[in-house]
């Protein structure tokens, strides 16, 4: 599956900002597909995740203000973010998995397919 993300762009601190990422394949309804946020010099972070079956998990330190959400109509999966802050700031990336994800903090290397990423920048 080939995903690709839009929704990215510069926000003021408390702003809202809903993410989206178009996938093209086969059987989107099948994988399950994550959020991940990323800066510079450091790892991956993961941020959300939504199953086959639409069941969720979130990063505790982000899962008051972010949902995620998918529309297998459309092959698309989102990530509303709110009330945003600085430290939010980073290059947001989609991700597709085959195998259902089961349990835990799901991690980077579990995931087969990337998009390219959008930039969000919150202002202080």
């Known amino acids: 599956v080939q995903l690709v993300e839009s929704g990215g762009g510069l926000v003021q601190a408390g702003d809202s900002l809903r993410l989206s990422c178009v996938a093209s394949?086969?059987?989107?309804?099948?994988?399950?597909l994550g959020w991940f946020r990323q800066t510079p010099g450091k790892e991956r972070e993961f941020v959300a995740i939504i199953t086959e079956t639409g069941r969720s998990y979130k990063s505790d330190s982000m899962k008051e203000r972010f949902t995620i959400s998918r529309d297998n109509a459309k092959n698309m999966v989102y990530l509303q973010m709110n009330s945003l802050k600085p430290e939010d700031t980073a290059v947001y990336y989609c991700?597709?998995?085959?195998?259902?994800?089961?349990?835990?903090?799901?991690?980077?290397?579990?995931?087969?397919?990337w998009g390219q990423g959008t930039q969000v920048t919150v202002s202080s």
């Open positions: 394949g086969r059987a989107f309804f099948r994988y399950n």
């Open positions: 991700a597709a998995r085959s195998v259902t994800w089961r349990g835990g903090s799901p991690k980077a290397a579990d995931f087969d397919s």
